[in-house]
């Protein structure tokens, strides 16, 4: 029979229970309920008037009970307080986990007395360690998809942290770095391979190599370097690097990007070569034909009618002469060969050459060229190449001023000689001006006119200039002409 409570355990009850978060209880030694605080009936889902008619054997879930009804009887005989998880099984049928604890309380001539115990519902934490388990094989999935992503890339990708360690590299980067270290890589920037430059005649300082100029913070585009010790096997990269932020916008590291360009560069080499020994072989007879085209011009035997055609045709032959003169050029600069031999000459002698060269193409296209030279201008200068320069600039001048005028002047101050050409032609869209130098650009005057070019005659003139130390730049108004300057160092 249980026992009875008392006023001091009603008081008890209502000090301790009564306004408890927790679900705490009150139960007789043979384990049935004698009060329930509102926290506890509402987490396993009864009334306190029918939690007091049952004992914790009838709320237990089934698979729990034995070690229940252990445990209740193990603290029978025992003052020590316990502490376990189980499950409660509500009226209509779902399960609650809950930790709880228990301890024993004995009347003062060491009978027990009651059990006192503290409910904890854990259906929030299990529900929580749910979605986490969840949310944990998602971000793994996520990693296994991305990695598999990552290393099925023909690109190499490489992470660095502040401290210069590879965090992360895919397995296209991982191919690289056997290449470049056939000793191995110790996964840190620094370490020395074989990282040749763009021309592949010499080994990258260690700390010039791309990798550590990324660890140091810097961001760069498209730098072109080798990997691998045999020049046979080695392959060439293009790079580019970024710096990663952090969540405050803090540098906490870089990312790097290299691309295997080496069928490219191996493409372009041949066509270079090819380039050039066709061009190689179109100079001898081009040569020929001038050399014989001039004769005819010198002979007082033509008519008027023939020598108009011989005039066209010594026109035509010397533009495809100057034209194969610009791809042997291009691709010489191309190649990394030295492109300017500087010995002493006149340059007043040479644009006046070069003013003279151009007269036939002038006077075809009715376009008058002036001139302000000075009588002579000593430069050290590579002759011949400044003298193509020269005539691309006019060339271009002239092809684009058909009736107009073509201004040539010569100046020269203490730091460097100045040439001019200034037209008055239709003038460069805004759009293409920023152009005007590169390599096979042709601007959209060109493409409305349909004027014959490759492109190449202003990319020529900026690659001599700079190659001598000095500066090329272009300026223009739609409508009103353009004037080109190339500006020689002293």
């Not at 009864?46 to 603290?75: A, C, K, N, W």
């Not at 003052?79 to 209509?92: F, G, L, M, N």
């Not at 490489?158 to 191919?175: H, S």
């Not at 223009?476 to 160092?489: M, N, Q």
Request: hydrophobic share 40%.
């Amino acid at each position: 029979m249980a026992k009875r409570l008392t006023a001091e355990d009603h008081e008890l009850w209502r000090l301790t229970m009564e306004h408890s978060p927790v679900g705490m209880a009150l139960l007789s030694p043979e384990g049935r309920y004698l009060r329930v605080n509102p926290a506890l009936c509402a987490m396993i889902g009864y009334t306190e008037e029918e939690l007091t008619q049952l004992s914790f054997h009838h709320v237990t879930h089934p698979d729990d009970l034995i070690d229940g009804v252990q445990i209740h009887r193990e603290m029978v005989g025992s003052a020590e307080a316990r502490h376990t998880r189980k499950r409660y099984v509500r009226p209509d049928g779902t399960v609650v986990p809950v930790d709880l604890s228990m301890v024993l309380q004995h009347n003062a001539d060491g009978t027990p007395r009651c059990f006192i115990t503290q409910v904890v519902d854990l259906s929030g934490q299990r529900d929580a360690e749910a979605r986490l388990g969840v949310a944990e094989r998602q971000v793994i999935d996520e990693q296994l998809r991305t990695r598999a992503i990552l290393d099925t890339d023909a690109v190499g990708l490489a992470l660095i942290d502040l401290d210069g360690r590879f965090q992360a590299v895919n397995a296209t980067q991982q191919g690289f770095f056997d290449l470049a270290f056939p000793d191995g890589h110790s996964g840190r920037v620094g370490g020395r391979g074989f990282i040749y430059d763009a021309d592949q005649s010499a080994l990258i300082p260690v700390d010039d190599i791309p990798s550590s100029r990324a660890a140091r913070g810097e961001e760069f585009d498209n730098f072109l370097c080798w990997a691998g010790p045999d020049a046979a096997t080695r392959r060439a990269l293009v790079i580019s690097a970024r710096n990663v932020p952090d969540s405050e916008g803090n540098r906490s590291g870089s990312a790097m990007v290299f691309h295997d360009v080496t069928e490219m560069m191996r493409a372009v080499r041949a066509k270079d070569a090819f380039v050039q020994s066709v061009s190689h072989e179109l100079r001898t007879p081009l040569t020929s034909a001038l050399g014989h085209l001039e004769l005819l011009n010198l002979s007082g035997d033509l008519t008027p009618e023939c020598r108009h055609h011989v005039d066209a045709a010594f026109r035509n032959v010397l533009r495809l002469s100057h034209l194969v003169a610009d791809v042997l050029y291009a691709t010489r600069a191309m190649s990394g060969s030295a492109l300017v031999d500087p010995h002493p000459v006149d340059l007043a002698h040479l644009v006046r050459d070069a003013v003279s060269g151009i007269a036939p193409e002038a006077a075809a296209r009715e376009v008058d060229v002036v001139t302000d030279l000075p009588g002579h201008l000593d430069v050290v200068a590579d002759g011949l190449t400044v003298r193509q320069a020269l005539d691309n600039v006019l060339a271009n001048a002239v092809t684009y001023s058909p009736g107009g005028r073509v201004s040539v002047r010569l100046e020269e101050t203490d730091a460097e000689v100045v040439v001019t050409v200034e037209d008055t032609g239709e003038g460069i869209d805004e759009a293409d001006l920023p152009h005007v130098f590169e390599r096979f650009h042709r601007g959209a005057n060109a493409l409305r006119t349909r004027l014959p070019g490759a492109g190449l005659g202003l990319n020529i003139a900026r690659t001599v200039i700079e190659a001598h130390g000095g500066t090329a730049s272009a300026t223009s108004t739609p409508g009103r002409g353009t004037t080109v300057r190339l500006a020689l160092p002293r």
